[in-house]
């Protein structure tokens, strides 16, 4: 609950600072959503950010599993889409097959691409399918860390809205 709320904080304070105008996101683990003592907690920090904020805050849902009901997503995304702009999900892998999660709320889903080695021609192939199950799922589909400059060019030809890396 605390690195969520943390994470939360450290956002609201950059958005609050005159001038910036850019959307951030603002990661929250699954467990300290799921948990009643870290979930109030949230809860409270979420409701005393003020409008003005609330406009420029994503919400980022991580550490999710590969087998999350629909259900229990579209649970977390209503508890949470009063509060930001908009709810993404970090999907486990470029494997998992997010279309399960298609009518939870989601505006989107998001991948940690870090770890991806542009040397392995699979990847993107994979990167192709990730954007495709997106795209079917209406879903926004951000990439970030991508790790090579080859690979970014792979991910938005696949399809995805939003890329990152260094």
């Known amino acids: 609950g605390e690195v969520g709320i943390s994470g939360l904080t450290f956002a609201t304070e950059l958005i609050e600072r005159d001038g910036v105008r850019v959307a951030l996101h603002a990661p929250l ?3 300290a959503l799921t948990y009643s003592t870290s979930r109030y907690r ?4 979420l409701r005393d950010i003020s409008p003005q904020v609330r406009r420029f805050l994503i919400l980022e ?9 629909q259900g229990r997503l579209a649970e977390l995304v209503s508890m949470l889409s009063p509060y ?3 709810v993404l999900a970090r999907a486990p892998s470029e494997a998992a097959d997010i279309r399960a999660w298609r009518g939870c709320g989601l505006n ?3 991948l940690d691409c870090r ?3 542009p ?12 954007a495709q199950r997106a795209a079917e799922a209406s879903l926004a589909c951000v990439g970030y860390g991508l790790p090579a400059s080859s690979l970014m060019l792979a991910a938005w030809a696949a399809g995805f809205t ?4 260094p």
């Open 29 to 31: 683990p699954c467990n």
């Open 42 to 45: 949230l809860l409270h920090a």
């Open 61 to 69: 849902i991580t550490e999710l599993s590969g087998g999350l009901p």
């Open 84 to 86: 930001c702009r908009a």
């Open 108 to 110: 989107g889903l998001t």
């Open 115 to 117: 770890d991806l080695d």
């Open 119 to 130: 040397a392995d021609r699979s990847v993107q192939h994979r990167l192709g399918v990730f």
């Open 162 to 165: 939003h890329l990152g890396g």
